[in-house]
């Protein structure tokens, strides 16, 4: 997320926090910090409300958006991370943070592997393609 913040501004980039690691504003500043040369923490924009009860625990927003993004787009997310930056930016949609129209990018960082320790993901998974016919 640092380089993101450093090459397109601050206002430009949203984080999602996963939990999976304390203050995540303030490592993500010291980098972009140190990329550009000022100040960005006051103005870094992290979600924080999709970390639920913990780290690796799927939470409800997560799952939803796993089954979502398999059903209408065939993608497959992993519960950690994509599926709660998936949950962030529907969330960011749901509540105005993201416009109707305004262009979005959303930045799959991998970690299918991470959805088979999850018998939960999976079902979730399996359970939204059984939605196409064969």
């Known amino acids: ?5 450093a090459a397109l501004g601050a206002d430009r980039v949203l984080g999602v926090d996963t939990g999976a690691m304390d203050e995540p504003a303030a490592a993500v500043a010291a980098m972009a910090d140190e990329l550009t040369g000022s100040e960005l923490r006051d103005r870094l924009r992290i979600r924080s409300d999709q970390v639920g009860s913990g780290y690796s625990r799927i939470t409800e927003s997560a799952a939803e958006a796993l089954r979502l993004a398999a059903r209408t787009e065939g993608i497959a997310l ?3 991370y994509t599926a709660r930056a998936m949950a ?15 262009t ?3 930045w799959h960082t991998g970690g299918l ?8 993901a999976v079902n979730h998974f399996d359970a939204a393609l059984q939605r ?3």
């Open 1 to 5: 997320m640092a380089g993101l913040v």
């Open 88 to 102: 962030g930016l529907l969330a960011a949609v749901e509540d105005g943070t993201i416009t109707p129209g305004q």
């Open 104 to 106: 979005t990018v959303f």
């Open 113 to 120: 592997p991470g959805l088979f320790g999850h018998a939960e």
């Open 132 to 134: 196409f016919p064969a």
């Open 78 to 80: 992993d519960p950690v």
